[in-house]
């Protein structure tokens, strides 16, 4: 949210997205039309995008056994920063490499200790599965070389006010494909608590959450629905207003009704939240990639 590229483009409007991009020095102008992925009807629906990935290390997580990586001596820790004298800005780009030449020879400028050297590798099939297109063997680190920030406490406060903002701005807005479905609740708060404790620096990325969650809710609290402190403060003030109190069953039927309907969104949000939990994305994992045994060398 707030100034990434990711949340602008999800929550734009109109059939193309004007980007300015530098290349070389040079600023270009670009006007790429968004695509849509198709879901299932009980998923959440899929937001805009336009198939891009900032750039991150390639640094290598796994080494299948007897893989081309592994028979070229790769390493866990390994980071790849270039394929056949390119630049290697996104471990994405390899596949993709790999996938339109296939049985290639490539070769990679690897990073060790502080060292760097060349190594050679073929991509091959698998034998198992035994349709899988041919491949290198890694198994990359999705957080790629992560450096610590030091905001302030004002700047945070700030960040998460923007975010909330900018949330409210695009569900409310008419022609973005922002919706309440998209929204996460109580359920999705502890998924991503999950993640961040599985990453290295989780406590400090909890820390930053509960900020975020923190002032947020305090603000949702302030809106003005009864069942909320705001909804309180509101029918104060009209009570104020009117210089006598509101009828006690008048008030026992907002405060029912609102419940009602907080509660029922708070269902209808954990039904898409559920979706996303660790044994729903343990059902995604690929299958285990295995190839056939090298030869030994006299």
Request: net charge positive; charged share 20%.
């Amino acid at each position: 949210m707030g100034d990434s590229v990711t949340w602008r483009i999800v929550s734009s409007e109109g059939e193309t997205i004007p980007l300015k991009v530098e290349r070389e020095g040079q600023v270009h102008q670009f006007n790429p039309s968004p695509t849509i992925d198709e879901t299932k009807f009980w998923e959440r629906k899929s937001l805009r995008q336009i198939k891009i990935l900032p750039a991150q290390s390639s640094i290598i997580a796994e080494i299948s056994p007897n893989s081309p990586a592994a028979a070229a001596g790769l390493k866990v820790g390994d980071h790849i920063l270039s394929l056949n004298g390119s630049k290697l800005f996104h471990f994405a780009s390899m596949s993709d490499y790999v996938e339109d030449h296939p049985g290639e020879k490539m070769t990679l400028s690897v990073e060790r200790a502080g060292k760097c050297f060349d190594v050679s590798l073929t991509p091959e099939k698998p034998i198992s599965p035994p349709d899988e297109k041919p491949r290198v063997g890694v198994v990359w680190d999705g957080n790629g070389k992560m450096t610590l920030a030091h905001p302030g406490a004002i700047e945070q406060v700030r960040s998460s006010l923007n975010a909330m903002f900018d949330t409210f701005g695009a569900l409310f807005a008419r022609h973005t494909d922002i919706k309440v479905q998209h929204l996460g609740g109580a359920v999705k708060i502890m998924d991503v608590y999950y993640r961040l404790f599985s990453s290295e620096q989780g406590w400090r990325l909890a820390i930053w959450f509960s900020v975020l969650m923190n002032v947020n809710l305090a603000l949702l609290n302030m809106l003005p629905i009864p069942v909320l402190d705001g909804g309180h403060i509101m029918l104060a003030i009209v009570e104020g207003v009117r210089r006598k109190p509101i009828s006690a069953r008048v008030i026992g039927a907002i405060q029912t009704g609102c419940a009602v309907l907080l509660i029922g969104f708070m269902v209808y949000i954990a039904f898409y939240d559920v979706q996303d939990l660790p044994w729903r994305r343990g059902k995604e994992k690929p299958h285990q990639i295995m190839f056939a045994p090298k030869p030994a060398k006299n």
